[in-house]
């Protein structure tokens, strides 16, 4: 009876939740193992640096999956495909190790430090070999499409001038408001509130932006009048913008930097439109609550590595 009772609690507490079907993707079925593997693998790679990550990560996983499945899907309609050598390439992409300039080279020794690698976030991910080359494939179709789509980018658009301050989602951007309505310097409201170092500078200038690369700040960024006024705040999913234009709009080159960025715009378009087609033929399914996604949370956190104690002298 006693082994019955164990082996039922850990049947109920680890197997069956692992079984059960987070999502259906047409024919697909993603379980919340297939989450929580996926979630193991990005943790073994150091992309949950801090809690709030990964306390939201269940979700975004699933998410995720599913538009990677999607995106697998509608991509073998289109005829884009991936060989094992691709996957194997991709694979070795990540864990082969590089020598140092001047450094002698030993093929052999170079190959069992790739394994070596390899096998170690494996172990440290809980996937096997086919499970990590399952994600792989998906994400080099994902990968084949998002360069198609680049490809008809066109090297010139009409653009605009910019600074801007972002205010992280979920933080108060009144105070900021506040200031740039009294006529405080821009460049110093932004080197106290801007969050945005990818695109803005330490002045918080962005430079030429093309139209279509923010979808979502166009009508202000292309409607503003220049170098005096700060566009009312703009909330959207990256967080609060506020907009000084300062020139244009005229028809530029586009930066590499802002090619890339559309070339996002446009995948993100087209993933919008694959829920939107899944949806109106009933090819999708989403099945996830508090409670799987706490026993989630739960399995990432068991997996966490164990810190390395450290001895004071």
Not at 27 to 33: A, F, V
Not at 34 to 60: I, W
Not at 78 to 91: A, C, F, Q, R
Not at 189 to 211: I, K, L, M, R
Request: proline share 5%; aromatic share 12%; hydrophobic share 35%.
């Amino acid at each position: 009876m006693v082994v019955g009772v164990l082996v039922y609690g850990y049947y109920s507490s680890y197997v069956a939740p692992a079984r059960a079907v987070a999502a259906y993707v047409g024919n697909t079925t993603i379980t919340m193992g297939d989450v929580v593997k996926r979630m193991r693998a990005l943790q073994a790679m150091g992309a949950y640096s801090d809690p709030q990550s990964a306390a939201s990560a269940p979700q975004e996983t699933l998410i995720s999956l599913v538009e990677s499945e999607m995106a697998y899907q509608a991509a073998l309609k289109k005829g884009v495909t991936t060989t094992d050598l691709e996957v194997s390439y991709t694979i070795q992409s990540y864990f082969y190790p590089v020598p140092g300039e001047g450094q002698e080279v030993d093929p052999a020794a170079l190959e069992r430090e790739y394994k070596e690698n390899y096998n170690a976030f494996l172990n440290a991910s809980g996937l096997s070999d086919g499970e990590f080359r399952h994600m792989i494939r998906r994400s080099i179709v994902a990968d084949k499409i998002s360069s198609q789509m680049a490809e008809a980018i066109p090297n010139q658009a009409n653009h605009v001038e910019v600074y801007w301050i972002l205010i992280p989602f979920g933080d108060n951007y009144q105070e900021p408001k506040q200031m740039l309505e009294q006529g405080k310097d821009f460049a110093t409201v932004c080197q106290q509130y801007n969050s945005d170092t990818t695109y803005a500078d330490e002045n918080c200038y962005v430079g030429w932006v093309p139209e279509g690369a923010f979808p979502n700040l166009d009508e202000t960024l292309f409607s503003i009048e220049h170098d005096t006024v700060v566009s009312a705040p703009i909330s959207t999913t990256d967080g609060t913008y506020f907009l000084k234009v300062v020139g244009g709009p005229e028809v530029r080159d586009i930066s590499d930097t802002m090619k890339y960025k559309l070339d996002l715009e446009a995948y993100s378009s087209w993933v919008d439109g694959l829920w939107d087609e899944y949806r109106a033929n009933n090819a999708i399914r989403l099945i996830y609550n508090s409670e799987r996604d706490a026993w989630a949370r739960q399995q990432l956190k068991i997996s966490e590595p164990t810190p390395t104690p450290t001895i004071e002298v």
